[in-house]
């Protein structure tokens, strides 16, 4: 059995984390080549059966923290840092809230962005941009939950240091 690119990155970014299922028609010994074109880096590589009895903490040692609906989560993040949180959601449709804020208070370039990931931290998906010109900003999405799950929320910014406050509510 021969994948080419079962998993490939083409990220900017200081980290990122792809996910790939394929299935086996019996148990045999597998070998898996890693080919790195790019500047020197850290990666990680695990393989579980289906479905994955825990998490794999990102990076080695990140674990989302828990967040509940209508919580406040907030923090400071120095420029490429980012947060990781998760949430169990229902079916339905949510509302996400995120403002991001120079540290300093002074008029600058916010620049970040708010990412889902699924449950394994895998198939992640950009649905907020911040690339403002402002001492604060706050970005409002909505979200559509089809089944039972937990999602990743993943806070990353890309500019001075920022103070940020994320909250996920239910819609009306």
Same mark, same amino acid.
């Given at each position: 059995m021969l994948t /080419?690119?079962?998993?490939?990155?083409? /990220?900017i970014g200081v980290g990122a984390r792809k996910t790939a299922t394929w299935s086996a028609r019996q148990e045999r010994r597998i070998g898996f080549k890693l080919l790195n074109e790019g500047p020197l880096a850290d990666f990680w590589l695990s393989v579980r059966t289906q479905p994955a009895p825990k998490f794999v903490a990102f990076f080695g040692t990140v674990v989302p923290q828990p967040l509940s609906l209508d919580q406040d989560k907030h923090g400071v993040l120095d420029d490429n840092e980012d947060a990781y949180y998760v949430v169990a959601l229902s079916p339905g449709e949510y509302t996400l809230v995120v403002d991001f804020a120079n540290v300093e208070g002074r008029n600058t370039n916010i620049q970040g962005a708010v990412f889902v990931l699924d449950a394994d931290g895998g198939n992640r998906q950009k649905i907020i941009t911040f690339n403002e010109i402002d001492v604060s900003y706050r970005k409002i999405q909505q979200l559509q939950v089809k089944k039972d799950a937990?999602?990743?929320i993943n806070v990353e910014n890309t500019s001075k240091p920022i103070?940020?406050?994320?909250?996920?509510?239910r819609s009306l």
């Open positions: /080419e690119n079962l998993i490939r990155f083409n /990220e937990p999602i990743i103070r940020y406050n994320l909250k996920m509510k």
